[in-house]
């Protein structure tokens, strides 16, 4: 008898992931958000390199973009803030020690965020070396000497291009505004740039959606949603709260991000078929940060992501049947992007 509970047993456990995956395939279909995204202009399922191709090059600068691009990323993701003499760049930390040597060029001036800088200041800032010192695995002669990116640079590496054409190689930017109450008005100097860059229109014609907006401040997209409501806006979601609070129950989350946007980005821990599947009935998309391990990627796929945002672009694309199936078409295809970029 006992052996036979014990059968039973391991016979119900070999059956649960598959009982789960029938579920979580009624609960939220593995394509169900791909007519929210044909309407918006937008890939399905899209890759979205977060900081760029950031685990192969220092996040956030040239060298990383340049191959998120090469190897044909959907989108490169970057964080706007603003300097003191107000120009846009790519940065994600409130301060700069982590990703430059500021400490070592202006030892006074630690633990400042970068609208305490100029952009000249700025430029004087190694933005690479930290890279070749924490993983000298992935290091590169290259990397040395890297700097901060203006927005402006950004879409030069992105292509700028009208709306009314595409290629192949050209992706798109995928911007969020960071910290919007310390820049105030800087929404406003954004779409300007953009739509000077002719970024905005309508509706693309023949391509994807040239920008996306993204945001954890519901005022920064709604000021947006003002200033271009043609781009997409997707409403970011904290993993729970920082506070020690219970977060706000979906369904308020949900109606939230519907008032602000076409889309919600949560962390891959709030992927599951019962936060996935009421987004999609809500008609918002869904794009899951950050992604970066095989296994991961597959799971959240498997249950109704639209996208991801991830360091790992190169092995998205992999698993997502673009580019090759196997590990070699990855490999040869980042080989193909050093060598191109030069890097």
Avoid: C
């Amino acid at each position: 008898m006992i052996f036979r509970r014990a059968a039973v047993a391991l016979g119900l456990v070999a059956l649960a992931p598959g009982l789960f995956l029938l579920a979580a395939a009624a609960v939220s279909p593995r394509s169900a958000g791909r007519p929210i995204a044909e309407q918006l202009h937008l890939p399905h399922p899209a890759v979205i390199a977060h900081r760029g191709l950031s685990f192969w090059a220092p996040e956030e600068t040239r060298a990383a973009y340049l191959l998120a691009r090469a190897i044909g990323a959907d989108y490169l993701e970057a964080d706007v803030q603003r300097t003191r003499d107000g120009v846009l760049i790519a940065l994600h930390d409130e301060t700069l020690e982590r990703t430059t040597d500021v400490a070592h060029i202006f030892p006074a001036r630690r633990g400042s965020g970068p609208a305490e800088f100029t952009w000249a200041e700025l430029q004087q800032l190694d933005a690479g070396s930290w890279w070749n010192a924490a993983h000298p695995d992935r290091a590169r002669p290259a990397y040395v000497g890297l700097r901060i990116l203006r927005l402006e640079e950004l879409l030069d590496i992105a292509g700028s291009r009208a709306t009314t054409t595409t290629t192949a190689t050209a992706p798109g930017v995928y911007l969020e505004t960071k910290d919007p109450d310390k820049y105030p008005g800087y929404e406003r100097e954004l779409v300007a740039l953009l739509r000077a860059r002719g970024l905005l229109a309508a509706a693309p014609v023949g391509g994807a959606a040239p920008v996306v907006f993204q945001s954890f401040d519901r005022a920064s997209l709604a000021r947006l949603r003002e200033l271009a409501p043609e781009v997409p806006r997707v409403l970011l979601l904290e993993h729970g709260r920082r506070d020690g609070r219970e977060p706000p129950r979906w369904d308020l989350l949900l109606g939230q991000a519907r008032a602000l946007g076409a889309g919600i980005g949560p962390s891959g821990y709030e992927g599951m078929p019962w936060h996935t599947g009421p987004a999609h009935r809500a008609g918002l998309l869904v794009h899951h940060y950050t992604i970066n391990q095989e296994w991961q990627l597959r799971l959240l796929r498997q249950l109704g992501s639209d996208g991801v945002f991830t360091d790992t672009a190169d092995l998205a694309l992999q698993v997502f049947g673009r580019g090759g199936q196997a590990a070699s078409d990855r490999h040869q295809a980042l080989r193909a992007a050093f060598r191109e970029t030069g890097l």
